[in-house]
């Protein structure tokens, strides 16, 4: 079975306090990974998909890496509008695997 | 480009009574659709998907049911709600790129 497991499970951080959020995973083969940033009561937006290991993708403030084993989204110089819940996800590979699988995600709050 | 409509935004129903949220795509055709459930303290919960008309695949025995009448509509039903059917109820297609959420619809069930 599909896991995915993000942490830490909420994080504050001052303005400008760079850091990290985690999503380890267990898939039987991986499509891709997933990122996605989610304001309270709105759907999830796209943020990132990694395919490969080594793998790095960056927009703004954000970047996102991945292993084998986990994702790392790593937070440089943070503003307050960067608060938002970040939810990982992986699609296994192999035909006819169309779902995600979602982390419950990270709550992010950077202050001011 | 492609865009995904949701509704109602928000819906508060009494327990017992019939659910209907419909969830329609622009600018794309044949999509794979998804309703996902998102409960407090829980992560996204695949209810259904459809790659077609008229095809729906069930993730979770529940009380709800799917049903996709045209290429790029989406409904979600549920004859009897229950108090546990309350969420954020997402509708998603898929790309080559990722997956497209709509904005949700936020169920009370009271």
């Known amino acids: 079975e599909d896991q995915v497991t993000q942490s830490p499970e909420a994080l504050r951080l001052q303005e400008g306090e760079s850091s990290s959020l985690n999503c380890s995973y267990t898939?039987?083969?991986?499509?891709?990974l997933f990122w996605y940033r989610q304001d309270p009561g709105k759907g999830p937006e796209f943020l990132f998909t990694l395919y490969s290991a080594g793998e790095e993708k960056e927009k703004e403030r954000l970047k996102a890496t991945l292993t084998k084993k986990e994702s790392f989204l790593h937070i440089t110089a943070p503003k307050p509008e960067d608060s938002a819940t970040y939810l990982c996800?992986?699609?296994?590979?192999?035909?006819?695997?169309?779902?995600?699988?979602f982390g419950k995600g990270t709550k992010l709050s950077v202050i001011p | 480009s492609q865009t995904i409509h949701q509704w109602p935004a928000t819906l508060v129903q009494p327990v017992g009574s019939p659910l209907s949220l419909e969830c329609t795509v622009e600018g794309t055709s044949n999509p794979n659709l998804y309703w996902y459930r998102q409960a407090a303290g829980r992560g996204l919960q695949l209810l259904f998907y459809s790659v077609g008309i008229g095809q729906i695949s069930s993730e979770v025995p529940q009380n709800l049911s799917a049903s996709r009448p045209q290429d790029r509509q989406f409904i979600l039903s549920s004859k009897k709600l229950l108090l546990s059917d309350s969420g954020f109820y997402l509708c998603a297609h898929s790309t080559p790129y990722g997956y497209t959420f709509g904005s949700g619809t936020r169920l009370t069930v009271v």
């Open positions: 996800a992986v699609q296994p590979a192999g035909a006819g695997s169309y779902q995600l699988t």
């Open positions: 898939v039987s083969g991986l499509r891709g």
